[in-house]
């Protein structure tokens, strides 16, 4: 199993352009994250989703969209990219049994610089 | 205030030496997760804990639930050990996490 995979790992824009990070996940997992790391501060979350086709704001959801079209990806989409959202970005994949309190599997990371 | 609190912020011990890391949170929990970022960048998780202690290899875990407070142990510490160390606690269906501890482990 591959569990977590983010694409891409590296990522330069200019002000004002887009992308999409991809996150997959192999393990059959209900609930996925986005989370944005930023020096000194703890993981925040961005969107989270319970399930297929189901998406939920998280703590820091201004300037970011999510979609859950199938069970495996969870997308995080930057319409129009700002130099505040220069970081370091993970996704992770869990079961949902016990909401909150089960492990989560973590990707390898996305390091977005936006200039 | 933060509601998850780690101390110290950054620890550097010579190889050999236990180690303690301290997590102090201020909300109701139903768990406690640690988890372990290495150099490169990848987290994993290492314990999760509602009660008592968990001790996987030289790592032990312990949570004070009065006290709301948890500390990651490591004995015998080496420097592949050296890494930044999570605390996040699961409170109202979310997980809240603490800044984290950076560690450095000197041969």
């Known amino acids: 199993n591959a569990g977590v995979t983010q694409t891409p790992k590296f990522r330069v824009l200019k002000t004002g352009q887009s992308m999409t990070l991809l996150c997959a996940q192999d393990m059959n997992h209900e609930y996925m994250y986005w989370y944005r790391q930023d020096p000194g501060m703890g993981l925040r979350l961005i969107h989270y989703s319970v399930g297929e086709g189901t998406t939920a704001k998280g703590e820091v959801p201004d300037g970011y969209n999510v979609s859950r079209l199938k069970k495996q990806n969870f997308l995080l989409g930057l319409e129009s990219a700002a130099p505040s959202q220069t970081s370091v970005y993970f996704c992770a994949s869990s079961t949902g049994l016990a909401e909150g309190s089960d492990t989560q599997y973590f990707g390898p990371g996305t390091r977005l610089t936006v200039l | 205030k933060n509601e998850v609190e780690q101390s110290p912020q950054n620890l550097t011990a010579q190889e050999g030496e236990f180690i303690t890391i301290n997590c102090s949170y201020s909300v109701g929990i139903s768990a406690l997760h640690w988890l372990q970022q290495h150099p490169g960048g990848g987290i994993v998780s290492l314990f999760m804990?509602?009660?008592?202690?968990k001790k996987h290899g030289r790592l032990i875990a312990t949570i004070n639930i009065q006290e709301k407070h948890s500390s990651l142990h490591i004995t015998a510490s080496h420097p592949r050990d050296s890494a930044v160390y999570i605390c996040a606690v699961a409170s109202n269906y979310q997980l809240i996490w603490g800044a984290g501890t950076k560690l450095i482990i000197k041969p």
């Open positions: 804990l509602s009660s008592g202690k």
